[in-house]
């Protein structure tokens, strides 16, 4: 039996759920009909604002934070659905290929969560993601960058608090040999670019000679 009939067979008996609704999809689908209706694709391209250097890069994010995207969310970052990462991944990295050819990254790596947010929540989102994107581009993984302290939230800030906010509180990891590489930064949501755009910075300043970031979602 060959695996594309194994796998419809299965899919038979254990119908695939959507991951939105937890609806039944159709075979080889994670989105069921009604649900794929109602969420927003896009191909958000957004300049990214290097502080030190007053340059912008570019960050791709294949959906709009909002909806049944923005539930999703919210579930794999606080709730412990660490399987969206693997769906949210996939589209992550069609979109990197789409809007990157030729592109040719040496690594990926995530925006670090501090010791102590990680110790409340068990993991790092932007880790998983990281992990799974750099599986669907067959990158290496790497952790080029340590957050050394628990600042303030930042979706409870306005632009320029959200700059200062991040301002010094990431550093590159001990180790990391980053002289020359072209690294592909994770996150999973987008909004101002203010956190994005100080972790570039401080790959820039460890040596990096390009960086290129990317979301699960994007704000408007």
């Not at 912008?56 to 412990?80: D, N």
Request: charged share 25%; with cysteine; glycine share 8%.
């Amino acid at each position: 039996m060959s695996v594309k009939l194994f796998s419809v067979l299965l899919d038979l008996i254990f119908p695939p759920k959507c991951v939105f609704c937890h609806g039944i999809a159709l075979s080889g689908r994670k989105i069921c009909e009604k649900c794929e209706q109602e969420i927003l694709h896009t191909t958000a391209k957004k300049c990214i604002f290097i502080p030190d250097s007053g340059e912008t890069i570019l960050c791709i994010a294949p959906y709009l934070y909002s909806g049944k995207v923005r539930e999703s969310i919210i579930r794999f970052k606080f709730y412990g659905q660490r399987d969206l990462a693997g769906f949210y991944a996939e589209d992550m990295a069609e979109q990197i290929r789409k809007c990157c050819p030729g592109t040719r990254f040496d690594a990926a790596t995530p925006v670090p969560i501090s010791a102590e947010r990680y110790r409340s929540r068990g993991y790092n989102q932007s880790e998983l993601l990281a992990k799974s994107v750099a599986r669907c581009l067959r990158l290496p993984f790497c952790e080029y960058l340590v957050k050394i302290k628990d600042n303030r939230e930042q979706h409870k800030l306005n632009e320029k608090e959200r700059r200062g906010n991040v301002k010094g509180v990431y550093l590159p990891k001990a180790g990391g040999q980053l002289a020359g590489k072209s690294i592909l930064l994770i996150d999973d949501i987008v909004t101002t670019g203010a956190t994005l755009g100080e972790c570039a910075s401080v790959l820039f300043q460890s040596g990096a000679k390009q960086v290129t970031c990317a979301a699960a979602a994007h704000v408007l």
